[in-house]
């Protein structure tokens, strides 16, 4: 059975301005990266005291592995904030950047007795902006918010277009 759900203007304008503003800060974050060449993770791995800090340990003691970790990092979240931003494979990009970011909280959890040498958002207990934003984007791919404006929307639409018309 198919629930076709009506979302009001306000909400999907909300939806989309939520989409654009963290497509925008994961861009940002992974430009500043590209612009820095002597960015590497390991500062933050080396941080790293929740459940991850096993495999962040594993990352830090090969070199080659850490520069393909780096890589992945900053090219990742340039291509999920150019996703959202876009609405260009929203969905997985919406997913990928929830699981990226919930890997960052994992790695670093704002839970009693942890201390970081690294700046932090304020004080937090358990739950922290990463964790917000990790939530944020997987409610987000919930919503068809690239059905209603973005490259998804726009290729879809002249898919359906051009099929509709018996061309190929």
Known sequence: MINEKKYTKAQLIFLLVLRFVIGWHILYEGISKVMNPQWTSANFLQESQGILSGFSGWILSNSSLLSIVDFLNIWGLVLIGLGLIFGFLFKPAAIAGSVLIFI???????????????PSDGSNLVINRTLIEAVALFGL????????????????????????????
């Not at 909280?105 to 690294?118: I, M, N």
């Not at 791919?141 to 190929?168: C, M, W």
């Open 104 to 118: 960052y909280y994992l790695s670093v959890p704002p839970l009693v007795g942890y201390e970081y040498t690294l």
């Open 141 to 168: 791919a919930l919503f068809p918010t690239n059905e209603v404006f973005g490259l998804d929307y726009f290729i879809s639409s002249r898919q359906k277009g051009t099929l509709q018309h018996g061309r190929k």
